[in-house]
């Protein structure tokens, strides 16, 4: 298939292509960054029992209001870890997180009280409320949290901080995730130079997007499982992808090579060995020469342009949403806010624009940023967003709404001081 597609097209195609990989069971801890694969609901309920919210006593209200000034016996005393106990009449003294006395319903602070007497080891024996007590005040009743059978983490979350704290909280023991995405990344190039210390002999330049998408792919929640530089000649680059494939790259990435240059073998080279082009080129800029196969192998192929921000925009909003589809994420919502100024385009291209979100009197707005050309790196240093503009809206007016992405599906803007 070839012609320009539209973006939407193309990234159709990839969400057609990019299936869930496996399922395996792991602990929570184990898990951390993959994504649920089913979702896990309660069996518990949580808190597992009635538990005081305070340090004070535990008093029976049975639905009415205990005046301020009423007096009560302290009858015995419940810490937290201590096992179901039977309160009769009187006041329990509790402890935070200790378990309610079977009978007690309500808890008082126990700077809401006066001590009025103490056992021979300082316990307090007799109180007298200093404030009303109402019914269920200072209990956190169980299932209150989460109760039993409900739903608790769905399926497509990714596992972080958050859903390790109530998978814990409820005791489960294991989880469904799909295995992390392996992906190789090569590039192409006569001119790339990889080592820092080597110096450049004429033409030649450093190779800028390996480090690049190597940081991308890990911060996109997948792995890097290969990344080589080859020069411009076929077989070394189906040698190379070889490689990928035997280290079981589900996902591989090349840049540059796939343009209109005789040196752009890229394509033909994947012709020769089976590959199923599904498009190359698509109306966007930067970053139109992408390509997109599946390989015989079955494992999903992105021929990303050399240009640097082309590649980066390549990655982000095509590879990216693979791997979330192949992870088992729903697809990625962009934030929408005010543009800062005034912008305009020639091209009838869905452009990827290197942004700045910025926080202005409270509210966030997005600027796009100077330096757009493909070639240039140094705005990325700025940069904290991509801002969106559709094909076909040619004139975007200061304070109109446009579509932004985080740096990454993972990452949102981090906003921080005007650098303009
Ligand atoms: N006649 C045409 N020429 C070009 C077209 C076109 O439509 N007709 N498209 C342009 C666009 S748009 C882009 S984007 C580039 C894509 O080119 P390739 O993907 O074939 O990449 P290369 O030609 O190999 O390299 C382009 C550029 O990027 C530099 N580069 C490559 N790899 C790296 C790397 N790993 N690190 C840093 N820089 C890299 C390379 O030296 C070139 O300057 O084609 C346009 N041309
Ligand atoms: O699209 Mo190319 O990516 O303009 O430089």
């Known amino acids: 298939m070839s012609g320009d597609l539209a973006y939407e097209e193309a990234l159709a195609i990839v969400l057609r292509e990019a299936r869930a990989l496996a399922v395996e069971q792991r602990a929570p801890q184990d898990a951390q960054g993959l994504v649920l694969a089913e979702a896990v609901a309660s069996e518990v309920d949580l808190p597992p ?37 039977t309160a009769g009449e009187g006041a329990w003294e509790i402890m935070t997180g200790a378990r309610m006395p079977d009978g007690l319903d309500s808890v008082v602070p126990i700077e809401r009280v006066e001590i009025l007497a103490r056992t021979g080891e300082a316990r307090p024996s007799r109180i007298r409320l200093a404030a009303d007590v109402r019914p269920g005040d200072n209990v956190r009743l169980r299932g209150e949290d989460i109760a039993s059978g409900a739903p ?68 996109a929640g997948a792995e890097v499982v290969l990344r080589e530089t080859v020069t411009d000649e076929p077989e070394v680059f189906l040698a190379v992808l070889e490689r990928a494939l035997a280290a079981g790259a589900d996902v591989v990435l090349s840049t540059g090579a796939v343009s209109m240059g005789r040196h752009d073998f890229v394509p033909d080279a994947l012709r020769g060995v089976g590959a199923d082009i599904l498009f190359h080129k698509v109306r ?66 869905r452009f ?23 070639f240039k790196v140094l705005p990325l240093l700025v940069a904290n967003a991509w801002i969106v503009v559709p094909a076909e809206s040619m004139a975007l007016e200061a304070g109109q709404m446009v579509d932004v992405y985080g740096p990454g599906h993972l990452e949102a803007p981090m906003i921080g001081e005007v650098l303009e």
Do not use: C
């Not at 390549?314 to 934030?335: D, H, K, N, Q, V």
């Open 284 to 349: 966007i800029r930067p970053g139109r020469p992408l390509l997109f196969a599946r390989l015989a192998s079955g494992a999903l192929f992105f021929g990303l342009p050399g240009n640097p921000a082309s590649g980066a925009v390549g990655f982000r909003f095509f590879t990216e949403a693979a791997l979330r589809a192949m992870s088992g994420m729903a697809p990625e919502r962009p934030l929408r806010m005010p543009l800062a100024a005034a912008w305009s385009k020639r091209a009838e291209l």
């Open 352 to 374: 990827h624009l290197k942004g700045l979100v910025e926080l202005v009197d409270g509210g966030l707005r997005a600027r796009v940023l100077k330096g757009q050309e493909s």
């Open 49 to 85: 029992f009635d538990n005081s919210a305070m340090d004070g006593f535990a008093l029976r209200a049975a639905g009415e209001t205990l005046a301020a000034g009423r007096e009560f016996d302290v009858r015995g005393s419940q810490v937290a870890g201590d096992a179901a106990a």
């Open 152 to 219: 608790a983490v769905p399926a497509g979350r990714r596992i972080g901080a958050n859903e390790l704290m109530v998978l814990a909280s409820l005791g489960v023991p294991s989880i469904a995730v799909r295995r992390r995405v392996r992906v190789a990344i090569i590039n192409t190039g006569r001119e790339l130079v990889d080592d820092p210390a080597q110096p450049l002999a004429s033409g030649e330049i450093r190779n800028s997007n390996g480090p690049y998408l190597a940081a991308r792919v890990e911060a």
